[in-house]
């Protein structure tokens, strides 16, 4: 069964960094996308990044470009997601999600495996 474990979250002034990970577990992922989306009081769930387990292609979101970058551990089976220089509009709660690596878009909807969510809060 596959579980998706995130941890990170916390409070944070503008400008400040933190970096959520995500520990997966169940199988293996060599043939799956991991993503971060995230979801803010009152608004639809957004893609933020994702990455391919076995290629390491990685795919941001415009509003994460050149501020944010996700990788992957092997050896602990880990994604994270390195978020620099946050804005007070970086405030939701952050979640990992898994799928297979087709050729589909990035809607929060062609995720199969989701974790509990990490609330990021970005003070001004």
């Known amino acids: 069964q596959v579980q998706l474990v995130e941890s990170g979250g916390g409070l944070v002034q503008a400008g400040g960094s933190l970096r959520l990970s995500c520990a997966a577990s169940g199988r293996t992922f060599s043939d799956y996308y991991i993503a971060w989306f995230r979801q803010a009081p009152g608004k639809e769930r957004e893609f933020v990044a994702r990455i391919d387990w076995s290629g390491g292609g990685r795919t941001y979101a415009d509003s994460a470009k050149g501020r944010f970058t996700i990788s992957r551990d092997d050896a602990e089976n880990t994604v994270y997601l390195q978020m620099n220089s946050l804005r007070p509009e970086d405030t939701a709660v952050y979640y990992c999600?898994?799928?297979?690596?087709?050729?589909?878009?990035?809607?929060?909807?062609?995720?199969?495996?989701w974790g509990q969510g990490t609330q990021v809060t970005v003070s001004s």
């Open positions: 999600a898994a799928r297979r690596n087709y050729p589909f878009g990035d809607s929060w909807t062609r995720y199969d495996y």
